[in-house]
């Protein structure tokens, strides 16, 4: 790399963290205590170490890494600002997580040990899906959630990388139906928890890596059709059968400012925070959100909007296409197909997440509550998302090695 | 600090931050590009990225280049198209112990006359028969799997398709005619090569870059030029 593009790579991170520096001075003004000055002191330190000290260390994708930096820091500013105690568990959850990650990215250089035990593997991602839906809590009316102790944590969360590992491993062998098979029966145990949102995103990550590795367009176009008939027909039964919530988040999508005092409610104080926003915002810690429900998970979007402004939810929008991007890139420079796939199935992923969380905020689609990777508050989730960053990283990592591999071949000296 | 003030002072943070953040955004998109751009430069001058090496059709004496992975068959989506493979064959590169060959047990597929089992590998000169195809393996120099099939007899192979030298052959030259050449065009073009070791220990991408590209497959002298 030469120097002016290590230049031009050290300026994002500057600028990133002189951004984070910005927001946590003004949150340092709102309320000047020693918890902000050492919120200020250590997020953006922290991200600039990670940010410069990590790629040096480890062959990874510094943009990548940069970008999930800049989105988690900007989650725990947010937080920071909404509840500080918010902000210093999603800082604690950060770091956790991005151990987590860097064991991931370790991971996959040793993926030959996940094929020696993929069996068991894969008994052990239904085990852990079946657990809510026997032992689990229920919480907005979905069973999704595990109790241990003083800690909740949601398994459909933590599968998603057994899902795209034992997915990428059999259609890399050609084993369709088994892909299938694996895949149906993690959706039925979602549907046992009645937790739409991420069946929606297994779903439509499964299917992709199907139709990418199959290169079939007809069964592509049967599993999208085959999906919305499913919903259609299955919204009329949807009262009958116990998933009252469900039918009531697609009531709220068709009129929500009909059943704007019930249903509706999350659904237009979100419309209305965006709104009220303007293009700059109302000015971070100056905002008028308080109102909307779940605005730390589901609702993350538009309280954001709401102090930072439109051009900075757009601004936002576009950093996860360029993550986005950035994973379909790793995929495609990927050798082997299981790489491959297993790269496209985590871009799908975090692409596919931030469509249905940003689409029902702005009532594209009904609000299924997922959340927004990286920013919205949660553990698990967060966990989740850096571990799908970490296969990324993992992925890339082996396709440099193999490129310097063909650059040897071609006997070229690295300078 | 009173919330009338705060909210002054917020309000005017507010533009530098969105401008903080479109600054972000495109540092980012520039990084993105110039990657890419470096990527597709890199490819450039490594045509060959990604091969291992190539498959050759001993009857027709046509080659098929061969990717790290991937599957030889029939149907459309195969990496190698061979007509009538109704089984497809796996095969993969594992790193210091060969090209992994796997295939169903109806194709009756062997590697060196031995049929292909749970961990059948070939290496550089290893031949593959299928259906009515007989195959050979041909890697680069460079590819880590151990050296030639110690099956083969030293020099001279019973097939009497090439000479091998002790060593792999070098980089088979960027440009492949597929299907243009007649066998025995292949075969004086293999026996062309000759063992070389006056290469320099390495050179630069600049210098591959400066060379330019033979569109003969065989009539860069360098390549061939070995004493």
Not at chain 1, 120 to 130: G, K, Q
Not at chain 1, 239 to 250: C, M, P, Q, T, Y
Not at chain 1, 349 to 375: D, E
Not at chain 2, 35 to 43: D, H, K, V
Request: glycine share 10%; net charge neutral; charged share 15%.
């Amino acid at each position: 790399m030469d120097n002016k593009h290590k230049r031009s790579n050290h300026s994002l991170v500057a600028t990133i963290t002189l951004f984070i520096v910005s927001c946590f001075v003004l949150l340092l003004l709102k309320e000047l205590t020693l918890q902000s000055v050492m919120m200020l002191a250590l997020v953006p330190g922290g991200f600039y170490f990670l940010s410069t000290f990590i790629p040096q260390k480890f062959s990874v994708d510094g943009l990548l890494l940069t970008l999930v930096n800049f989105l988690c820091c900007i989650g725990i500013i947010v937080l920071y600002r909404m509840n500080p105690q918010y902000g210093v568990n999603q800082a604690i959850n950060f770091l956790a997580g991005f151990l987590a990650m860097i064991l991931c990215m370790l991971g996959i250089r040793y993926i030959e040990a996940f094929k020696l035990f993929r069996i068991p593997f894969t008994m052990a991602c239904i085990a852990v899906m079946l657990a809510p839906v026997l032992i689990g809590k229920e919480i907005h009316g979905a069973k999704a959630w595990l109790t241990l102790g003083r800690f909740s944590v949601q398994p459909s969360e933590l599968v998603k990388v057994g899902l795209v590992l034992v997915n990428g491993y059999l259609l890399s062998k050609r084993k369709l139906l088994v892909s299938i098979t694996f895949s149906a029966i993690m959706l039925l145990l979602l549907l046992l928890q009645k937790d739409m949102g991420t069946a929606l995103l297994y779903y439509a990550v499964a299917l992709m890596m199907m139709y990418v590795s199959t290169g079939s367009l007809s069964f592509f176009l049967a599993g999208v059709v085959g999906a919305t008939g499913t919903v259609v027909v299955g919204y009329q039964l949807l009262k009958r059968i116990g998933f009252a919530h469900l039918s009531r988040r697609v009531t709220a999508w068709l009129s929500p400012w009909h059943t704007y005092q019930d249903e509706g409610y999350q659904t237009v104080q979100s419309l209305l925070a965006i709104v009220n926003g303007g293009l700059f915002g109302l000015g971070l810690g100056a905002g008028n959100a308080s109102n909307i429900p779940v605005r730390e998970a589901d609702s993350i979007f538009p309280f954001m909007v709401n102090e930072f402004g439109m051009i900075f939810g757009v601004c936002l929008i576009l950093i996860y296409t360029v993550i986005f991007v950035r994973g379909i890139g790793i995929a495609l420079r990927a050798r082997q197909k299981f790489f491959s796939l297993i790269a496209l199935g985590c871009s799908v992923f975090i692409g596919f997440q931030v469509f249905v969380i940003i689409g029902g905020n702005i009532n594209l689609i009904p609000i299924t509550g997922v959340t927004l990777p990286f920013i919205s508050y949660g553990g698990t989730s967060l966990l989740s998302s850096l571990c799908i960053v970490g296969v990324l990283q993992g992925v890339e990592w082996v396709n440099r090695t193999q490129m310097a591999l063909d650059a040897r071949m071609a006997y070229c000296r690295e300078d | 600090m009173q919330p009338e003030v705060y909210r002054m002072i917020a309000m005017l943070f507010r533009y530098w931050l969105a401008v903080l953040m479109i600054v972000i955004l495109w540092l980012a998109i520039r990084w993105l590009y110039r990657e890419r751009a470096a990527y597709i430069a890199t490819l450039r001058v490594l045509p060959d990225a990604g091969l291992i090496g190539e498959l050759v059709d001993l009857e027709t004496g046509k080659s098929y280049s061969l990717p790290r992975e991937g599957f030889i068959g029939g149907k459309r989506q195969a990496d190698i198209g061979l007509k009538g493979i109704v089984y497809p064959i796996h095969f993969e590169l594992i790193e210091h112990e060969g090209i992994l060959i796997e295939a169903s047990k109806r194709l009756r597929a062997l590697v060196d006359d031995k049929p292909v089992g749970k961990k059948t590998f070939a290496y550089h000169g290893s031949f593959l028969e299928a259906g009515a195809y007989r195959l050979r393996f041909r890697l680069f120099e460079g590819v880590p799997v151990p050296e030639m099939n110690p099956t083969l007899a030293d020099g001279i192979d019973e097939e009497g398709v090439w000479d091998f030298p002790d060593q792999q052959m070098w980089i088979v030259p960027s440009v492949i005619e597929k299907g243009g050449q007649t066998a025995d065009n292949q075969l004086e073009a293999y026996a062309s090569y000759k063992e070389t070791d006056n290469l320099e220990e390495g050179f630069c991408l600049d210098d591959l870059k400066n060379k330019t590209p033979s569109t003969e497959p065989w009539g860069d002298e360098e390549w061939t030029d070995g004493q």
